[in-house]
């Protein structure tokens, strides 16, 4: 396994080209060093759990089942402390040595119980910079993570640090719904249509549960298949992770597993994921009864009612994937008090004209993907 710990960092950080500029070029310089690949995927995500802003894409479990062998993982220390650190995807075309370094939703950087500084988050890209395209020589990319107060902050820092923003995003708008509030401005907060159905939900009696027991694991993936059936879906959605997920994630990032019930029948269900100060709906899953039963109001409900209980301040229920329905029932469970985030777009610097070219191929052959998966619907 390579491991090193650099040499003091000749990163022309931000904080300290921001100092001198001040006339305060006599401040000592912190020293930044890095570890890359350090820590096997247990140890790398109780490190992560450390952060309220680590995300999905940025536990080393996941992201080496989505792309195996293909993942990096770098912990960033100031002054000889840990400082946050980012799960990079690197992709390489056969005999090439530089291609593309993928940053999803990260890196990390709010350490549980330090003041917020975006120094950090500086200091932190400024090392993945250094490492992956200076050194290594790839072309970076970066998609920060949808926080609200924090994300357009992260962009403004990576325009910044001299990344430019060329693909906006095809699916910009991300839906959280604020979890901090009591349960009557939570109902005040929805659009009045969503109360309603909510309402009308509550009439049909569901049982609603919760667990991440092999028994609720198997029925909400029994019924995942039977809704991909249905729909005539592909399985690339990793609902087989999710034993291994419950099993070996750190208790902070452990997903938990919501069914419905009906009449002692499953008709919906989620799996959701709990990083730092957000809760994430990763998976759903529906029976044909589901629609007309009103049974993911109901679901949604009983699962921010949980939410409200415990540290998480956002649900995100993720994007709305161009679709006039989803975006109805997520902007009306969003409701005024929660936050719909519109982020920019990927954010590129390049490390060398052969990476940048092997990037450019990559991302259209990705845009052709969509475009077929749209032609196809």
């Not at 390489?92 to 999803?104: D, E, I, N, R």
């Not at 200076?134 to 990576?158: I, M």
Request: glycine residues 8%; aromatic residues 10%; contains cysteine.
């Amino acid at each position: 396994m390579f491991s090193r710990l650099s040499a003091e960092s000749a990163l022309p950080l931000p904080r300290m080209a921001m100092a001198a500029k001040a006339g305060h070029a006599s401040m000592q310089t912190p020293k930044v060093a890095w570890r890359v690949d350090d820590l096997n995927p247990a140890a790398w995500d109780a490190f992560a759990a450390q952060f309220d802003d680590v995300s999905f894409d940025q536990c080393a479990l996941y992201t080496e089942h989505q792309w195996p062998a293909r993942t990096n993982r770098i912990q960033v220390f100031e002054n000889g402390l840990p400082i946050g650190g980012a799960v990079i995807v690197v992709v390489t075309p056969p005999l090439l040595k530089s291609g593309l370094a993928y940053v999803k939703a990260g890196p990390f950087w709010r350490q549980r119980g330090t003041a917020l500084d975006i120094g950090r988050y500086e200091t932190v890209i400024g090392a993945v910079v250094e490492e992956f395209a200076r050194r290594r020589g790839h072309h970076l990319t970066v998609l920060p993570r949808a926080t609200p107060g924090f994300a357009a902050l992260e962009e403004n820092a990576l325009e910044r640090l001299g990344f430019a923003m060329l693909r906006p995003m095809t699916d910009p708008n991300r839906y959280l719904v604020r979890t901090t509030l009591s349960e009557d401005d939570q109902l005040k907060s929805m659009a009045q249509k969503w109360r309603y159905n909510l309402r009308k939900s509550w009439k049909n009696k569901f049982k609603i549960v919760k667990g991440d027991s092999l028994d609720e694991i198997a029925t909400f993936r029994a019924l995942h298949a039977r809704m991909r059936g249905r729909k005539r879906l592909g399985a690339h959605e990793p609902v087989g992770l999710i034993p291994d997920l419950v099993a070996q994630l750190p208790s902070a990032l452990r997903p938990t597993i919501y069914l419905t019930y009906h009449e002692g029948k499953p008709v919906s269900g989620a799996v959701i994921t709990h990083h730092g100060d957000t809760s994430y709906y990763v998976f759903g899953a529906t029976a044909d009864e589901a629609l007309p039963l009103k049974a993911g109001y109901a679901l949604q409900w009983a699962i921010i009612r949980d939410l409200r209980d415990t540290r998480v301040q956002w649900y995100d229920l993720g994007g709305e994937a161009n679709s006039q329905g989803l975006l109805q029932f997520k902007k009306g469970l969003v409701g005024r008090e929660g936050e719909i985030v519109s982020m920019t777009g990927e954010f590129e610097y390049s490390g060398s004209v052969s990476g940048t070219s092997v990037s450019k191929l990559l991302f259209a052959a990705r845009a052709a993907k969509r475009f077929v998966k749209e032609r196809s619907k």
